[in-house]
């Protein structure tokens, strides 16, 4: 079954070269339960990684089934292990964010077990090892012995015929002990147990051979016990193929992902928050490119296209686009209006009470259409009533006097709104009830619309909104949109350009700095985890498999990050005036490439990570983890 033939393996120091076992000539067979012992350093622990192909070996043959093996490549020995050595070590090496039951199924899924039958011989094995109360149970929870079952049920999954055990009983007391060494004497009565031990005492009673060894040789080789040895080539060959590899590296990514939701919502909560800072340094960006060396011009026009005038129904739809980021404003330029205060007529400004704020005022906001508000220069007082009146002249309709009666002033303008206003020249401010009706008609049957209404001036908060809303009005059958600062634009494209290059530039290097520190913080959560990627090649998974989980565990992170700052930024848009500035710029097209750079570092990173994790053997993994 298993025979070494002059096997040597030499370690490299900084000193130069040891041995680790020299000119060593054994054969193994099934049903034996062999102890290697020895002192600390005598190269048991060696023996047992090279029978393995843990570790290489330098000089002489190991023969798997009167096989060669000297020229196995890493694969064949990844494919060799996956059917046919369960492992059992001292240090345990479950993966401790399992529970019992995922630690002993994922060995199932390493060889590719039967999908349907796969819960239930997983169940069988742990109650076999005397865990089915503890199956959903966290093996960090474990006590060592409890542990080291889970080992062997794990070793066991694989029904390979060989296991290799590493000082199983070395960390447990002596009652778990003996425990494990019985299982281990009930399991090798159908397999080939090879058990490496610094204490023979214990193992004795249950071991059918010992070899002993002393600095890398073997000093004694004996038969202790009766074994029913068998001969036959038992050895399973590999059936493991791409099309599983996927498929099973998928599944184990997603248990990971789920069986760590700490470490999970800390790596996600991360790539948010460098989503965020990236989108909004691309959404500005955009907002720049879109309306760099233009933001001054914030206004247009709407005028009718083929008539002087614009209709009734058009005004009212274009009064149905207004949104608080576009202002309307009606140009009544054909109408001359004309007030008459206290019988006296004036030539005012007026604007209705919807303009102000609380703290615009001394005194109160009219609450109803007999009240109103005066600029704070007239020398009237709060409380005092005024008679108002006003006279509207057309160039198209003759004089109509809109007359109204007293009027109580209950407040006057302060220094705050003349600070931050702009149009300081308002007269006074009257309940829109006064001249408009609900929808902002003329309150009177003598003026319509579509008598002398030809244009409608439009105010963006910055020149990007009347872009986007020219869009909206752009194939409106009759309208024409004026932008007059489309010229101004086309001159300054040079500049535009140049400072879009320089804005590119400073993202480029914004990402950068980002992804460096993704990748550093990254890269420490991904050493935490160096014994778990270890032991999963140790149990057979390849590592083709352990490559792709690494890589698919970083997508999934980032595929779900990018999702919800997409989500987060757009309900941020609704009701913070900063985020929709931003968010507006973006398009779907604009999402979907920060998507695509998020995913691309994160395969990055996955394989980056990869080519360390596999530069070393999985025993070097195991003793920097232990």
């Given at each position: 079954m298993i025979k070494l033939s002059g096997v040597s393996k030499y370690y490299k120091t900084a000193t130069g070269v040891s041995e680790g076992m020299r000119n060593i000539s054994l054969d193994f067979k099934l049903n034996e339960f062999v102890a290697i012992t020895g002192q600390s350093g005598s190269g048991k622990t060696t023996l047992l990684n090279v029978i393995s192909g843990l570790d290489s070996y330098e000089d002489g043959e190991l023969f798997v089934n009167s096989l060669e093996t000297s020229h196995y490549t890493v694969?064949?020995?990844?494919?060799?292990?996956?059917?046919?050595?369960?492992?059992?070590?001292?240090?345990?090496?479950?993966?401790?964010?399992?529970?019992?039951?995922?630690?002993?199924?994922?060995?199932?899924?390493?060889?590719g077990y039967n999908e349907n039958n796969k819960k239930e011989r997983a169940l069988e094995l742990i109650d076999r090892v005397g865990l089915t109360s503890h199956k959903d149970q966290k093996t960090s929870k474990l006590s060592g012995g409890q542990k080291q079952r889970v080992v062997i049920a794990r070793a066991l999954a694989k029904n390979a015929p060989i296991i290799l055990?590493?000082?199983?009983?070395?960390?447990?007391?002596?009652?778990?002990?003996?425990?494990?060494?019985?299982?281990?004497?009930?399991?090798?009565?159908?397999?080939?147990?090879?058990?490496?031990?610094?204490?023979?005492?214990?193992?004795?009673?249950?071991?059918?051979?010992?070899?002993?060894?002393?600095?890398?040789?073997?000093?004694?080789?004996?038969?202790?016990?009766?074994?029913?040895?068998?001969?036959?080539?038992?050895?399973i060959e590999s059936n493991n193929n791409n099309d599983s590899s996927y498929k099973t590296a998928s599944v184990i990514a997603l248990r990971n992902l789920k069986a760590t939701p700490k470490r999970t919502f800390f790596s996600i909560m991360l790539v948010i928050f460098s989503v965020m800072i990236f989108t909004i340094f691309y959404a500005s960006l955009i907002k720049n490119n879109n309306s760099v060396a233009s933001d001054s011009s914030q206004q247009a026009s709407i005028v009718a296209r083929n008539n002087e005038y614009l209709t009734n129904d058009e005004i009212k739809y274009i009064k149905s686009t207004e949104t608080k980021h576009i202002r309307l404003d009606i140009d009544y330029s054909d109408y001359q209006v004309i007030y008459n205060l206290n019988n006296t007529n004036v030539n005012a400004f007026f604007q209705t009470t919807e303009t102000l704020s609380k703290k615009d005022v001394d005194g109160e906001l009219p609450k109803n259409k007999y009240e109103i508000v005066i600029a704070n220069h007239w020398d009237f007082e709060i409380g005092e009533?005024?008679?108002?009146?006003?006279?509207?002249?057309?160039?198209?309709?003759?004089?109509?006097?809109?007359?109204?009666?007293?009027?109580?002033?209950?407040?006057?303008?302060?220094?705050?709104?003349?600070?931050?206003?702009?149009?300081?020249?308002?007269?006074?401010?009257?309940?829109?009830?006064?001249?408009f009706d609900n929808e902002y008609n003329f309150d009177n049957?003598?003026?319509?619309?579509?008598?002398?209404?030809?244009?409608?001036?439009?105010?963006?908060?910055?020149?990007?909104?009347?872009?986007?809303?020219?869009?909206?009005?752009?194939?409106?059958?009759?309208?024409?949109?004026?932008?007059?600062?489309?010229?101004?634009?086309?001159?300054?494209?040079?500049?535009?350009?140049?400072?879009?290059?320089?804005?590119?530039?400073?993202?480029?290097?914004?990402?950068?700095?980002?992804?460096?520190?993704?990748?550093?913080?990254?890269?420490?959560?991904?050493?935490?985890?160096?014994?778990?990627?270890?032991?999963?090649?140790?149990?057979?998974i390849s590592e083709k498999e352990v490559g792709i989980t690494i890589v698919v565990e970083q997508l999934i992170i980032a595929l779900i990050a990018v999702l919800v700052t997409i989500i987060i930024l757009n309900i941020l848009g609704f009701t913070v005036p900063f985020f929709r500035n931003l968010t507006r710029h973006l398009s779907i097209w604009d999402y979907l490439l920060v998507g695509f750079i998020f995913a691309v570092f994160s395969i990055m990173l996955g394989l980056r990570y990869n080519k360390k994790v596999f530069n070393i053997t999985v025993i070097e993994s195991l003793k920097e983890d232990n």
């Open positions: 694969k064949e020995w990844e494919d060799f292990r996956a059917k046919n050595i369960g492992f059992v070590f001292q240090n345990y090496n479950v993966i401790d964010s399992y529970t019992v039951y995922q630690n002993v199924v994922i060995a199932l899924e390493a060889q055990a590493d000082e199983p009983t070395g960390n447990l007391d002596e009652k778990s002990g003996r425990e494990i060494m019985q299982l281990l004497k009930e399991i090798s009565e159908d397999k080939l147990i090879i058990l490496v031990t610094h204490n023979f005492d214990e193992a004795k009673d249950y071991v059918t051979r010992n070899i002993v060894m002393s600095d890398g040789n073997i000093k004694e080789d004996k038969i202790i016990g009766e074994s029913k040895i068998k001969s036959e080539e038992v050895i009533t005024i008679k108002l009146s006003q006279i509207i002249e057309s160039k198209r309709m003759s004089t109509t006097t809109l007359n109204f009666d007293d009027y109580k002033v209950v407040g006057k303008t302060n220094d705050n709104y003349y600070n931050s206003h702009s149009f300081r020249d308002i007269m006074f401010f009257i309940n829109k009830d006064l001249i049957d003598a003026f319509k619309y579509d008598e002398a209404i030809s244009r409608i001036d439009i105010y963006g908060s910055d020149r990007q909104e009347v872009k986007l809303y020219k869009k909206k009005i752009a194939n409106q059958e009759g309208l024409r949109f004026i932008d007059d600062y489309l010229i101004f634009e086309y001159e300054m494209q040079f500049v535009d350009s140049t400072l879009k290059l320089f804005l590119w530039a400073v993202l480029l290097f914004i990402l950068s700095i980002v992804f460096l520190v993704l990748f550093h913080i990254f890269k420490n959560v991904m050493e935490s985890r160096k014994k778990d990627f270890a032991v999963y090649r140790s149990i057979g």
